[in-house]
């Protein structure tokens, strides 16, 4: 069983950055595709990014392409979310997920989930 555990979030104002963290306990973490999701008061999960098991493809959607980046260091059973150009919508609780498997594009491609850490954007 996999444990995932989010770090680097944070208060930042609009047009800012931050790097999140998760740090994957357990074996084969670079045989899993993983991922980001965010959850904002009010509204459903949203799918944010995703990366192949070896980090040479990902996937992001519409509204972070161009701002946000995913990578992932095999060797230290780590994901990171590096996040430019902040704004306020990307308010939320972001978690970061593995994958079932090789798919990494959509929410039900993941079943085991970090328990969070929230980011703020101030205007």
């Known amino acids: 069983q996999v444990q995932l555990v989010e770090s680097g979030g944070g208060l930042v104002q609009a047009g800012g950055s931050l790097r999140l963290s998760c740090a994957a306990s357990?074996?084969?973490?670079?045989?899993?595709?993983m991922g980001w999701s965010r959850q904002a008061p009010g509204k459903e999960r949203e799918f944010v990014a995703g990366?192949?098991?070896?980090?040479?493809?990902?996937y992001y959607t519409g509204s972070v392409k161009g701002r946000f980046t995913i990578t992932r260091d095999n060797a230290k059973n780590t994901l990171y979310l590096q996040m430019n150009n902040l704004k306020r919508e990307d308010t939320a609780v972001y978690y970061c997920g593995r994958s079932t498997g090789g798919s990494y594009e959509v929410l039900r491609d993941f079943a085991s989930w970090g328990q969070g850490t929230q980011v703020t954007v101030s205007s």
């Open positions: 357990g074996r084969r973490f670079s045989s899993y595709a």
């Open positions: 990366v192949n098991w070896s980090g040479t493809s990902t």
